[in-house]
T-cell receptor, first 112, second 114 residues
């Protein structure tokens, strides 16, 4: 049971490049989330999903897109990378509202 | 609107002493409250939660937290700190209504001094 798996762990992008951060979970959780963590700012919700085919914006969605074609996978897409997107990104999942979320190990992204 | 405040960026405590990490929240409706811990270069790990019932909840690694509705607080405590407890601690809140978001505080860095 791997839990929540994120790839890659580290990535450097040039301004204007695009990439997809992968997230998969093997716990059959309906809810999945993407957060970004900036120093001294806590975690900010980017997008979330309450089930396959259903996604919605969080607090800071600009510059990102998501899809949820299966229960297991919830990729995060950056189309035109900007320096402001330099951050650590965490994917998480939970089985229903009110239960704890399980987090991946994070992806450290630097945009130069 | 939901929000979580962790008023202390840094807490230092001597090994063996009790520790407290503070958290206050603001929500409409009944809160679900959580504490998570983050070790360097790792994801967040769940410590404990309050959903309903007894105001004192016990969690992993000897941590506990007390829910105080009148003060809208959910402080994390441990009777005797260990050096290995040194980490970044996050308080989080979710409500039953509205979007299924988990809102986090800005984190408190706990340093336990040997």
């Amino acid at each position: 049971n791997a839990g929540v798996t994120q790839t890659p762990k580290f990535r450097i992008l040039k301004i204007g490049q695009s990439m997809t951060l992968q997230c998969t979970q093997d716990m059959n959780h309906n809810y999945m989330y993407w957060y970004r963590q900036d120093p001294g700012m806590g975690l900010k919700l980017i997008y979330y999903s309450v089930g396959a085919g259903i996604t919605d914006k969080g607090e800071v969605p600009n510059g990102y897109n998501v899809s949820r074609s299966t229960t297991e996978d919830f990729p995060l897409r950056l189309e035109l990378a900007a320096p402001s997107q330099t951050s650590v990104y965490f994917c998480a999942s939970s089985d229903r509202q009110g239960t704890e979320a399980f987090f991946g190990q994070g992806t450290r992204l630097t945009v130069v | 609107a939901q929000s979580v405040a962790q008023p202390e960026d840094q807490v230092n405590v001597a090994e063996g002493n009790p520790l407290t990490v503070k958290c206050t929240y603001s929500v409409s409706g009944n809160p679900y409250l959580f504490w998570y811990v983050q070790y360097p270069n790792r994801g967040l790990q769940f410590l404990l939660k309050y959903i309903t019932g007894d105001n004192l909840v016990k969690g992993s690694y000897g941590f506990e937290a007390e829910f105080n509705k009148s003060q809208t607080s959910f402080h994390l405590k441990k009777p005797s700190a260990l050096v290995s407890d040194s980490a970044l601690y996050f308080c989080a809140v979710r409500t039953l209504t509205g979007a299924n978001n988990l809102f986090f505080g800005t984190g408190t860095r706990l340093t336990v001094i040997p």
